[in-house]
């Protein structure tokens, strides 16, 4: 054997010998990627894991690894395009379930932590790059969050915690160059959100119990929401007590409003 083969060296060993033995055009699923893998056409082994095997965890993970090895032929915006994407689908598939959503949001928070625990973020290309999946990682997350309706307390106060203006993480702190526990987005860089996506996420519960008739819940929510529209609710029920010809009539009509006064205390 030639001991001066290297790693690149071994597309063109295999290439000989899937052409010698006629299985270089056999179209199986699995052998798919393999042969992509043991060719180091990385771009091919991520379109066979997500086209073939649909195993979008396995094509997220590789195209991960490929773009911040810069193991890609191409440009980093065409490798941060393909990471991208992969990601997205796998997280798409998750929480196509209703119970997954979570493990979708602790997967966007642990990608994002793990660019924030070294002080030079994004092993190549230096902190813009670790920038550009902060942001897109943002995105993500709330396009997520908004996407989820839980009908109970329990599971809103879960979804409005895995909001990206309340995440918080052990980063690594530029200052002091140590490790730290903070926020894992800066106010600035949730700006370019709108502040978050707690706000967006309330102000639709709230305008679906009102939707239901349910005013004082839909109050709750919409003023925790920052909703122009509280002062127009309780505007409609305060007008309705004072021109109603019935006191105790329009005293139910109140109720909601009195009702989101003493639950906001």
Same mark, same amino acid.
């Given at each position: 054997a030639d001991m001066g083969l290297g790693v690149a060296d071994l597309a063109n060993v295999v290439e000989d010998v899937l052409v010698q033995w006629g299985v270089g055009s056999e179209k199986d699923d699995h052998d798919s990627v393999v042969k992509a893998l043991l060719r180091l #056409?990385?771009? #091919?082994?991520? @379109? *066979?894991? %997500?086209?073939?095997?649909?195993? /979008? /965890? %396995?094509?997220?993970?590789?195209?991960?690894?490929?773009?911040?090895?810069?193991? =890609?032929?191409?440009? @980093?915006?065409?490798? *941060?395009?393909?990471?991208?994407? *992969?990601?997205?689908?796998? =997280?798409? =598939? =998750?929480? *196509?379930?209703?119970?997954? /959503?979570?493990?979708?949001?602790?997967?966007? +928070?642990?990608?994002?932590?793990?660019?924030? +625990?070294?002080n030079d973020v994004g092993t190549v290309g230096g902190s813009q790059r670790g920038f550009q999946r902060k942001w897109e990682m943002l995105h993500i997350l709330c396009n997520l969050v908004t996407r989820q309706n839980p009908q109970w307390d329990k599971g809103r106060r879960r979804l409005l915690q895995a909001c990206p203006e309340h995440l918080t993480g052990t980063v690594w702190d530029q200052m002091t160059g140590r490790s730290a526990t903070r926020l894992l987005w800066s106010p600035h860089e949730l700006a370019g959100v709108g502040g978050g996506a707690a706000a967006e996420v309330q102000v639709a519960w709230g305008m679906s119990h009102l939707a239901k008739g349910h005013e004082a819940v839909a109050l709750h929510w919409l003023s925790r929401g920052n909703s122009a529209y509280v002062t127009d609710l309780a505007h409609r029920s305060l007008m309705t007590f004072v021109s109603s010809a019935k006191p105790l009539g329009s005293l139910r009509a109140m109720e909601p409003v009195l009702q989101y006064v003493d639950d906001s205390g």
């Amino acid at each position: 054997a030639d001991m001066g083969l290297g790693v690149a060296d071994l597309a063109n060993v295999v290439e000989d010998v899937l052409v010698q033995w006629g299985v270089g055009s056999e179209k199986d699923d699995h052998d798919s990627v393999v042969k992509a893998l043991l060719r180091l #056409d990385m771009q #091919d082994a991520v @379109q *066979s894991f %997500s086209q073939h095997l649909k195993d /979008w /965890w %396995s094509a997220a993970h590789l195209a991960d690894i490929l773009y911040r090895g810069n193991f =890609l032929p191409f440009s @980093q915006q065409f490798a *941060s395009d393909v990471r991208h994407f *992969s990601i997205r689908c796998y =997280l798409d =598939l =998750l929480i *196509s379930s209703n119970n997954l /959503w979570q493990v979708a949001a602790a997967y966007v +928070r642990g990608a994002v932590e793990c660019d924030c +625990r070294s002080n030079d973020v994004g092993t190549v290309g230096g902190s813009q790059r670790g920038f550009q999946r902060k942001w897109e990682m943002l995105h993500i997350l709330c396009n997520l969050v908004t996407r989820q309706n839980p009908q109970w307390d329990k599971g809103r106060r879960r979804l409005l915690q895995a909001c990206p203006e309340h995440l918080t993480g052990t980063v690594w702190d530029q200052m002091t160059g140590r490790s730290a526990t903070r926020l894992l987005w800066s106010p600035h860089e949730l700006a370019g959100v709108g502040g978050g996506a707690a706000a967006e996420v309330q102000v639709a519960w709230g305008m679906s119990h009102l939707a239901k008739g349910h005013e004082a819940v839909a109050l709750h929510w919409l003023s925790r929401g920052n909703s122009a529209y509280v002062t127009d609710l309780a505007h409609r029920s305060l007008m309705t007590f004072v021109s109603s010809a019935k006191p105790l009539g329009s005293l139910r009509a109140m109720e909601p409003v009195l009702q989101y006064v003493d639950d906001s205390g």
